[in-house]
T-cell receptor, first 113, second 114 residues
Framework: AQSVSQHNHHVILSEAASLELGCNYS??????LFWYVQYPGQHLQLLLK??????LVKGIKGFEAEFIKSKFSFNLRKPSVQWSDTAEYFC???????????FGKGTTLSVSS | GAGVSQTPSNKVTEKGKYVELRCDPI?????LYWYRQSLGQGPEFLIY????????DSGLPNDRFFAVRPEGSVSTLKIQRTERGDSAVYLC????????????FGPGTRLLVL
């Protein structure tokens, strides 16, 4: 069965530090990949997505992610985090049937000012 | 415009009772999804509707769970004989047409079964 693994459960950073959150998926075929974010008290929002083409994807709020097919990875990055980036981050892959998203367990990011 | 809305926002019930959770998708979105999120976990897929029909219900955990979307808009997730293990946040999402498009999530319904 397809799965998504997020390596970090809880990441704590100071403002202006660089961020990289790991995500690995299990499926080896054509993949659609996503990062969603959930700010405290808010619903899930799409940060960025990869379907095809340039493996370096830019999203909202300065986030980017790189699709590395050989490593089955789709890591999320941001050069300089802000306090407002404190949130839970979920990596997801569309299932083989194309009917649903399979999510990782999420990474909680805490940014101190 | 209005996003996906879900009611109620919180529901407390007793073991063995029946509950209904409602989802109002974004207007014009034909695809609708239900997910369940337990504490410390990511959302888990339950069911996908395209229009009025359930195109994929493989994520429903057992026959106590059922969902409908009779007019291709609002959807109701129904849980019979609730168990304590059903306690979770139930999320609804919609997308404009095909499953290739971005899913927009609602705020969820937090269900607590005592």
């Amino acid at each position: 069965a397809q799965s998504v693994s997020q390596h970090n459960h809880h990441v704590i950073l100071s403002e202006a530090a660089s961020l990289e959150l790991g995500c690995n998926y299990s499926y080896g075929g054509t993949v659609n990949l996503f990062w969603y974010v959930q700010y405290p008290g808010q619903h899930l929002q799409l940060l960025l997505k990869y379907f095809s083409g340039d493996p370096l994807v830019k999203g909202i709020k300065g986030f980017e992610a790189e699709f590395i097919k050989s490593k089955f990875s789709f890591n999320l990055r941001k050069p300089s985090v802000q306090w407002s980036d404190t949130a839970e981050y979920f990596c997801a892959v569309r299932n083989q049937a194309g009917t649903a998203l399979i999510f990782g367990k999420g990474t909680t990011l805490s940014v101190s000012s | 415009g209005a996003g996906v809305s879900q009611t109620p926002s919180n529901k407390v019930t007793e073991k063995g009772k029946y509950v209904e959770l409602r989802c109002d998708p974004i207007s014009g979105h034909t695809a609708l999804y239900w997910y369940r999120q337990s504490l410390g976990q990511g959302p888990e897929f339950l069911i996908y509707f395209q229009g009025t029909g359930a195109a994929d219900d493989s994520g429903l955990p057992n026959d106590r769970f059922f969902a409908v979307r009779p007019e291709g808009s609002v959807s109701t997730l129904k849980i019979q004989r609730t168990e304590r293990g059903d306690s979770a946040v139930y999320l609804c999402a919609s997308s404009p047409g095909t499953t290739q498009e971005t899913q927009y999530f609602g705020p969820g319904t937090r269900l607590l079964v005592l």
